[in-house]
Nanobody, 119 residues
Framework: QVQVVESGGGLVQAGGSLRLSCAASGSIFRINVMGWYRQAPGKQRELVAAISSDGRNYADYVKGRFTISRDNAKNTVYLQMNSLKPEDTAVYYC??????????????WGQGTQVTVSS
């Protein structure tokens, strides 16, 4: 099994910055993709950014403001969020997909970290 834990959320003013961290642990053989999603109350969960060996993908609304990166040795992914806007307010979830040591595919989610941006 693979565990995923996010951290770094908080309350910031518009224009401020936050750095989210997500650490995966467990019986990991290979991680194929790590990504950040967010979900505001009453809304669908949406992709924010993802990273894999193929590169990085960003939602249009965060391009130029957010940066996703990872530390492969630590099975950790980061999301640097700059120029935050009130509409960025949401619970941010980390998603990790890959294979376990038994070559079983996994798709694990963290419990989420709250990001609140005030005007």
């Amino acid at each position: 099994q693979v565990q995923v834990v996010e951290s770094g959320g908080g309350l910031v003013q518009a224009g401020g910055s936050l750095r989210l961290s997500c650490a995966a642990s467990g019986s990991i053989f290979r991680i194929n993709v790590m990504g950040w999603y967010r979900q505001a109350p009453g809304k669908q969960r949406e992709l924010v950014a993802a990273i894999s060996s193929d590169g990085r993908n960003y939602a249009d609304y965060v391009k130029g403001r957010f940066t996703i990166s990872r530390d492969n040795a630590k099975n950790t992914v980061y999301l640097q969020m700059n120029s935050l806007k009130p509409e960025d307010t949401a619970v941010y979830y980390c998603n990790v997909r890959g294979s376990t040591v038994r070559t079983t595919d996994f798709n694990s989610w963290g419990q989420g970290t709250q990001v609140t941006v005030s005007s």
